[in-house]
T-cell receptor, first 111, second 117 residues
Framework: DQQVKQNSPSLSVQEGRISILNCDYT??????FLWYKKYPAEGPTFLIS?????DKNEDGRFTVFLNKSAKHLSLHIVPSQPGDSAVYFC??????????FGKGTLLTVNP | ETGVTQTPRHLVMGMTNKKSLKCEQH?????MYWYKQSAKKPLELMFV???????ENNSVPSRFSPECPNSSHLFLHLHTLQPEDSALYLC????????????????FGNGTRLTVT
């Protein structure tokens, strides 16, 4: 049973536009969420996180939104750049328990 | 440069071979992890070590045997693997114990691409 779901395996956007990556979860105990980015032949790198006490966290071009009632979070990248092309993983956890990852979404930003 | 180094980057082994994967973290973290990434599947946690002690074995078959001699080094010993064990094996570390938290995210190495023939 997948507790963290990224239903879009891939997403393609034009350079300069907004990229929106979505993630849904089923376990209401999750109290923090993270996004990781992975380039081919490299390990995932931490991008941004959000605690369940917040509904938004922003870091430069990256903003994560959390809707607890819908058990949904999204990552917005504005403006998108070709170097943002990568696989993005959503992950969720609680009380320092092990993280649960989604399957990932491949983002392609076209010049 | 990543603070977590994994060797080798690629490994091809037969089902009767014995090999080991190595991981070293240069971040002063207290917890280290092995993850498996198979095609079209989420990252799967295999083992967790906190302060050199194994705290989690996520129902991993005994043909995978971890070793953590100190808080900076982690090994994964492999023997009599199956072709379905072919995957990307990722090592990670974090400052605090547990699975990687909100303010202590996991730091991953670049992985070892394992092919079992």
């Amino acid at each position: 049973d997948q507790q963290v779901k990224q239903n879009s395996p891939s997403l393609s956007v034009q350079e300069g536009r907004i990229s929106i990556l979505n993630c849904d979860y089923t376990n209401s105990m999750f109290d923090y969420f993270l996004w990781y980015k992975k380039y081919p032949a490299e390990g995932p790198t931490f991008l941004i996180s959000i605690s369940s006490i917040k509904d938004k966290n922003e870091d430069g071009r990256f903003t994560v939104f959390l809707n607890k009632s819908a058990k949904h979070l999204s990552l917005h990248i504005v403006p998108s750049q070709p170097g943002d092309s990568a696989v993005y993983f959503c992950a969720a956890g609680y009380s320092n328990y092990k993280l649960t990852f989604g399957k990932g979404t491949l983002l392609t930003v076209n010049p | 440069e990543t603070g977590v180094t994994q060797t080798p980057r690629h490994l091809v082994m037969g089902m009767t071979n014995k090999k080991s994967l190595k991981c070293e973290q240069h971040l002063g973290h207290n917890a280290m992890y092995w993850y498996k990434q198979s095609a079209k599947k989420p990252l799967e946690l295999m083992f967790v070590y906190n302060f050199k002690e194994q705290t989690e074995n996520n129902s991993v078959p005994s043909r995978f045997s971890p070793e953590c001699p100190n808080s900076s080094h982690l090994f994964l010993h492999l023997h009599t693997l199956q072709p379905e064990d072919s995957a990307l094996y990722l090592c990670a570390s974090s400052q605090v114990t547990g699975g990687g938290s909100y303010n202590s995210p996991l730091h991953f190495g670049n992985g070892t691409r394992l092919t079992v023939t």
